[in-house]
């Protein structure tokens, strides 16, 4: 159960009664020392992270440790700013970026977030997110190299062009190394040792000294591998609510191995369903035989990757330095899933031809009279689980990175510089085997070279599963310049101006393989785009310190595509310091996000809907569900199908790119305070409000269908099926009722991206931090973060309106906090780190199924707390010890009083967690 958990005020207010009882205490030595000005995120212009007048947070190498994180996933994971909804690898299983991870700040999305490494950008992913957006893949950025990362919440286009729209992050590794280090990591969870079973490892290794030698070069390696885990293996461990609201978890399927025999016998007319002769005992049921293919699919999937960086600094005489760095990736992530299984004869599925531009369809075959696996005088259904070779049915997520930079920085003619060339690409590949060539698997079917019961060659298995995916590419090229440079002294100090220019050239191309756009693969929809553009930009920078209490900073940049689009974008900030202890801020910016190559570029492409709520034919799906259920096990399976025939439909729709798209435009606000509550005490609150339009996507399809009367022509359906009439028929011999559908499944939508949307986004960053000296006992150092999320309005075509606000909503917690300590004293350093998040609703939003949300309790009478997600909160511990010469030992135990997952009262592909406490061990030694 969650346990309650302190607001943010009052743990604010806590924090602020001790630091005014210690004000007299030593305040820490480092805030005696001068602070270095260097470019900061958010700003072409060097000052101190004192000085910024934007909000910005800052995790340290010490804070990555004492986080216990292996990957750069988990770093950005826990951020309170980040929504928790971008893509993860963890599944992509069915993602058309599979093997990827990206970031997305503020619930503004992968395109929202801008990622940097050291202050540049990074290449986006071979494959675009959900065919459409350019990402950065974070997995392929080497964790063990950060110095620092540094996170802009707010808008930045003014500074850095497209993208920098919800904030932006920018990862900082090391500039320069000498020796040689050794860093090896494990974790595995304390309750099952195959969960969470993680283990990463790095060398780094450098030469030369930058000031004495007038050179350093280094490289790093870093191997990270995550262990996988089966359905079946954590069953046992499903908590039973969880089982409650998802009982297909506990059944077995009866598309099995040798099968069931079903179909309607001429002779009475009645449908029946029978086993293959052949069927395990432990597997018969009720004369049913059934498969747990569950042990085939994985919970986790398993992922290796290598990623690395090189790197060389070169002085150039006293004032310039030449730098050099490659970063490059090569990751592999595997998704086993269950076996294909076939379904009843006439059993039709339909998908997009791409090369056609028309519908295909095909219908599983029946064993004919005389077949040899046929032993009725009729036609009939054999639902059969090809088990052959379980090992080939999986999605193979595989990509390979590379950046390359070089450039030069320093001082030249009065003007600080920073220039420099460079090149980046990523190449992404999906394959599986999961789906059938409609051609090769109906020949081997009813030739018989197929043998139903028996082991087969992998030649015809190939033959009916050929390998199928696609592959994608994304290259840049790129060369910027930018200078500031001190151009007159006003009362508060120097007028600071900085300029600077970018070149860029990209190209994106992802294309299926061609079985899949020769339409071959049942159900598999292809994917054919292409596009490149070549951008330049200006941009410059002035920062004026107007009296000592009074600095404002002002921004603007222009980008162009050459024979395309442009933007203009604006940023002013403001400072005021009344005294020491106060500090008032604000900016008010403009972002952009410049369409995407996939939403520009030639082609198009064509996906699977799923689990998609029809409104014409969900109500009677729940009622056969409920009919079915009352019958043999054949019945219960066939129950969760027809449920899934009109609460969780699939279809296929397909989209082509707009060469007319605008880019998205947003208008970002600021507004907060810095206060400096005792020499060792420090807090932040600030306001931020962005509203973000001509937002490019397609139409919803949940409001598509929500006004399909008033546009039917968008939402062509076929017939009501044979399958659909079997439900029907079966219904009616249980339970005596006509239960039958009005309206036939949703064939297709045929959609184009347009600017269609708009957002609204705003809230509250706290945050608090203190140090204190404690004398002999060490030092402490303790800090609370937090985010408060006001308002998420997303815009409804169909009311030509805002609607209601998500914050509260599934997936939306108005609350999410990071209370942290750490204390050190000799050789030891010793933390704690606690995560909170607030509760929700269980319902998505207002337009979601009347079951889920408040109203749908109070008439079934159920506690409203079944309509919601309780508060969740999880504390980590670290301990780390440095009194072996030249070793660092160090563990982490992450959930250490056990948290369990809070309760979630319906149905989801998504497993509970399941780790309980997970401990990591790590070692580095240095030479």
Not at 32 to 53: A, P, Q
Request: charged share 20%; net charge neutral.
């Amino acid at each position: 159960m969650s346990k309650p958990f302190r607001t943010p005020t009052a743990i604010a207010a806590a924090l602020l009664l001790a630091s005014l009882n210690t004000q007299a205490q030593e305040a820490s030595k480092d805030a005696d020392k001068t602070l270095e000005r260097v470019v900061v995120t958010g700003s072409n212009i060097k000052r101190t992270l004192s000085e910024t007048s934007q909000p910005l947070q800052l995790i340290s190498r010490d804070e990555i440790k004492a986080s216990g994180a292996l990957t750069v996933g988990e770093v950005l994971g826990n951020l309170t700013g980040n929504d928790r909804g971008a893509l993860s690898d963890l599944g992509g299983a069915n993602s058309w970026a599979s093997g990827a991870s990206g970031i997305s700040l503020r619930n503004l999305g992968l395109g929202g977030t801008l990622t940097l490494l050291n202050g540049r950008r990074l290449s986006s992913y071979g494959f675009a997110d959900g065919l459409q957006l350019n990402f950065t893949n974070i997995d392929a950025i080497p964790a063990n190299l950060i110095e620092r990362v540094e996170i802009l919440k707010d808008g930045a286009s003014a500074i850095y062009g497209s993208d920098a729209i919800g904030g932006v992050i920018n990862i900082i590794t090391s500039k320069d190394f000498t020796g040689v280090a050794l860093n090896v990591s494990a974790q595995q969870s304390l309750r099952r040792s195959f969960l969470a079973k993680d283990k990463s490892g790095s060398v780094t290794v450098g030469h030369g000294n930058l000031d004495s030698e007038g050179y350093n070069v280094y490289g790093h390696l870093e191997l990270y591998k995550r262990g996988s885990y089966k359905d079946s293996e954590v069953r046992p461990l499903l908590p039973g609510w969880y089982t409650d609201e998802n009982p297909g978890r506990l059944q077995k399927s009866s598309g099995s191995f040798p099968g069931n025999y079903s179909g309607i016998d001429p002779a009475t007319g009645k449908t029946f369903t029978t086993a293959a002769p052949g069927c395990a005992a432990e597997n018969l049921v009720g004369g049913v035989c059934l498969y747990d293919y569950w042990k085939d699919s994985d919970a986790r999937p398993a992922t290796e990757r290598v990623t690395g960086m090189l790197g060389g600094r070169l002085k150039l005489g006293s004032d310039l330095t030449a730098f050099t760095e490659l970063q490059f990736a090569d990751i592999k992530a595997k998704y086993h899933t269950a076996a294909p299984r076939s379904q009843a004869a006439g059993f039709t599925q339909t998908w997009y031809d791409s090369l056609k531009g028309e519908l295909q369809s095909w219908s599983y075959p029946a064993l004919p009279v005389g077949h040899p696996n046929n032993p009725y005088s009729f036609p009939v259904t054999l639902a059969y689980r090809f088990i052959d070779n379980p090992e080939m049915f999986k999605n193979v997520g595989a990509s390979t990175d590379h950046r390359f930079v070089l450039g030069i920085e320093g001082m030249l003619g009065g003007w600080d510089i920073n220039t420099a060339i460079g090149t980046m690409g990523s190449r992404a590949t999906q394959r599986q085997r999961l789906y059938l060539d409609r051609f090769g698997y109906t020949e081997a079917v009813l030739s018989g070279e197929y043998k139903f019961g028996q082991s087969n060659p992998q030649s015809v298995l190939d033959k009916m599963f050929p390998e199928m995916g696609s592959t994608g590419r994304y290259r840049q090229q790129f060369a910027d310049f930018k200078g500031s440079r001190e151009i007159a002294t006003l009362p508060g100090g120097p007028l600071m101006l900085a300029v600077g220019a970018e070149l860029r050239h990209e190209e994106f191309s992802h294309r299926s393989m061609d079985n899949i756009l020769q339409a071959r693969i049942v159900g598999f929809s292809g994917v054919a785009i292409e596009g490149k553009r070549d951008m330049a930009a200006v941009f410059t920078e002035l920062a004026a310190p107007i009296t000592k209490q009074l600095e404002a900073t002002l921004a603007l940049r222009g980008d162009k595509v050459f024979d395309g689009f442009g933007a203009v974008t604006p940023k002013a900030s403001l400072v005021f310091r009344p005294f020491q202890a106060l500090m008032l801020r604000g900016t008010v910016t403009q972002g952009f996000r410049a369409p995407s190559l996939p939403e520009t570029g030639n082609g198009g492409a064509s996906w699977f809907n799923s689990s998609i709520v029809d409104p014409k034919r969900c109500a009677t799906a729940r009622a056969l569900r409920d009919a079915l259920k009352t019958g043999n096990a054949a019945d219960q399976i066939e129950a969760s199908l027809a449920f899934n025939a009109g609460c969780a439909a699939g279809f296929p729709s397909a989209v082509t790119p707009n060469h007319e798209l605008k880019p998205e435009r947003s208008s970002n606000a600021t507004m907060g305070v810095v206060l400096q509550l005792a020499s060792n005490v420090s807090a932040s609150i600030d306001y931020y409000s962005i509203k973000r339009r001509n937002e490019i996507g397609v139409p919803d399809i949940a409001q598509i269908l929500e006004a399909e009367d008033q546009s039917p022509d968008l939402v062509p359906r076929d017939p009501v099926s044979a399958q659909d009439k079997l439900w029907s028929q079966r219904a009616k011999e249980l339970t005596g009722k006509d239960i039958g559908f009005a309206a036939g499944p949703i064939r297709t939508m045929r959609l184009q991206y347009r600017n269609l949307y708009k957002t609204k986004v705003s809230g509250f960053d706290i945050d608090l931090r203190s140090k204190w000296n404690l004398g002999d006992w060490g030092k402490l150092d303790a800090g609370l973060e937090a985010n408060i999320q006001s308002k998420l309005l997303y815009w409804d075509l169909n009311a030509n309106a805002y609607r209601i606000n998500r914050v509260g909503y599934n997936g939306v917690p108005r609350e999410r906090l990071v209370l942290k300590a750490n204390w050190a004293r000799g050789d030891w350093k010793l933390g704690t780190r606690t995560y909170f998040s607030g509760s929700t609703k269980l319902a998505w939003d207002e337009n979601d199924d009347d079951w889920y949300q408040a109203s749908g309790c109070a008439e079934r009478k159920e506690p409203d707390s079944h309509c919601r997600i309780a508060s969740w909160t999880s504390t980590d511990l670290w301990l780390q010890y440095t009194g072996i010469k030249r070793w660092t030992l160090s563990a982490n135990l992450s959930n250490a009083f056990n948290e369990q997952p809070a309760v979630y009262r319906r149905a989801t592909s998504t497993l509970p967690g399941l780790n309980d406490r997970v401990l990591k061990l790590s070692a580095e030694v240095k030479f």
